[in-house]
């Protein structure tokens, strides 16, 4: 027998992701879109509409949210969309805070699946992956099995589907990372759309990209990668820190409200209407 659907085949078809740059779609740049990005959950929504007409989609990420601001932020507007499905990936950036109590975080985490779960829409958790970023965050490498372990058991436990992106070995490549080493690259964030579509039982055709194998970097030409890394992105974020800034605090999440995804060319047609729209009321 064929394996029961996991998405509506009928009644109500809404898509409503949460979390914070992983599910924004930092690291896919695309200056069209809201915030200037696009991601793998608008890439899953355009899937989506393909698949079965009628979809809905918001996406209430903002990069740089902590779990406390997923929760005390996108909670309430989430439940209020009545989601037939809602991804979520959060607390990866308490992770890089050496001051965070992991048990209470993840205890923090179970409830915010609980209220989801409450629901009744399918609902979809990430594994965080162990980016190689530098020997310095070694130490966090605990603090990532334990996180990935509660979310397998929650997930489990609540009935979520899981995408374990710990588990992903496409990820080992670099060029599936963006210059930051922290966020997916645009063909990171193609392959992981495939994933979240192959978990939900969703046909499409996106496929690893077909690389030669990386070269590998000599010793000055690594140096000189490194500079450019501390100077770019390392130095930056040290200093917002010491100001109390993030990145996301001047931004709105991309698709505030569910907005109707059409078949023939999703998410990016919805974007050019309606900047066609902010053009023509000004």
């Known amino acids: 027998m064929p394996p029961e659907p996991l998405l509506p085949q009928t009644g109500r078809r809404v898509f409503v992701a949460l979390g914070d740059s992983f599910t924004e779609g930092v690291g896919d740049r695309n200056e069209a879109m809201p915030n200037g990005v696009r991601g793998w959950a608008d890439r899953v929504a355009d899937k989506l509409a393909r698949h079965q007409p009628g979809w809905k989609y918001a996406n209430l990420a903002i990069r740089s949210k902590r779990l406390r601001h997923v929760i005390d932020e996108q909670l309430e507007p989430a439940l209020r969309m009545r989601p037939s499905l809602v991804t979520l990936y959060a607390g990866g950036n308490d992770i890089l805070d050496l001051k965070t109590d992991m048990a209470a975080l993840m205890a923090d985490y179970e409830q915010l699946v609980a209220r989801l779960a409450e629901t009744g829409a399918v ?126 605090d001047d931004l709105t999440p991309r698709w505030p409200e569910p907005v109707k995804v059409p078949r023939k060319g999703g998410m990016k047609k919805v974007a050019r209407e309606a900047g066609l729209a902010r053009e023509a009321g000004r």
């Open 123 to 248: 609902l979809v958790l990430f594994t965080g992956f162990d980016v190689k970023v530098s020997a310095l965050l070694e130490p966090l490498k605990k603090r990532n099995a334990f996180y990935n372990r509660r979310v397998r058991g929650i997930a489990e436990k609540y009935g979520a589907v899981l995408v374990d992106y710990w588990c992903l070995d496409a990820f080992q490549d670099r060029r599936m990372w963006d210059s930051d080493r922290l966020h997916m690259s645009k063909a990171g964030h193609k392959y992981l759309a495939g994933q979240v579509l192959d978990q939900l039982g969703v046909p499409h055709k996106i496929r690893p990209k077909d690389w030669e194998p990386p070269t590998r970097l000599g010793i000055r030409e690594w140096e000189r990668h490194q500079r450019r890394w501390v100077h770019d992105w390392v130095l930056p974020l040290f200093g917002r820190k010491l100001r109390g800034v993030t990145l996301g």
